[in-house]
Nanobody, 128 residues
C-alpha cells in the first residue's frame, strides 16, 4: 500500500524559513518522481517543485519559487523535503506531495493528472 504523509507546516512570519517533509511508504524513490504542489485559498492547485528518480534525482522548480524553494531527497529516511526560505505571504497554502512512477532522473511531470498517489496536505500560513 502506497502512502505519502506530509509534515512540517505551521504558522510562520514573513522572512522565516520552513522545511516540509513528505515521508513515503510502499514505493521506491529510485523509480518515482515526487512533486510538491500547493493550493492557496481561492486558487487552483499548482506544481511548485519536483525531483526525479535515480541515479541523478534532478530537481525542478516553478518560475514563481526559484531561488527560494529547495527540494531534496533522503533515501534512507524515505523522505522528500521542501525547504522554503525566505517565506512570503503568498506562500500561504496547503502543500501536497504526490508521486508518479518514473524510471528517469528528470522530473517532467507538471500536471496533477499525471500523479498517481497524493498525501493529505499540510497547511502553511505566512503572516506577521
Amino acid at each position: 500500500q502506497v502512502q505519502l504523509v506530509e509534515s512540517g507546516g505551521g504558522l510562520v512570519q514573513p522572512g522565516e524559513s520552513l522545511t516540509l517533509s513528505c515521508t513515503v511508504s510502499g514505493l521506491s524513490l529510485d523509480v518515482n518522481a515526487i512533486a510538491w504542489f500547493r493550493q492557496a485559498p481561492g486558487k487552483e492547485r499548482e506544481a511548485v517543485s519536483c525531483i526525479g528518480g535515480s541515479p541523478d534525482h534532478k530537481d525542478y522548480y516553478a518560475d514563481s519559487v526559484k531561488g527560494r524553494f529547495t527540494i531534496s531527497l533522503d533515501n534512507a529516511k524515505a523522505t522528500v523535503s521542501l525547504k522554503i526560505s525566505p517565506l512570503v505571504p503568498d506562500d500561504t497554502a496547503v502543500y501536497y506531495c504526490a508521486s508518479v512512477t518514473d524510471w528517469s532522473s528528470v522530473c517532467l511531470h507538471e500536471e496533477e493528472y499525471e500523479y498517481d498517489y497524493w498525501g493529505q496536505g499540510t497547511q502553511v500560513t505566512v503572516s506577521s
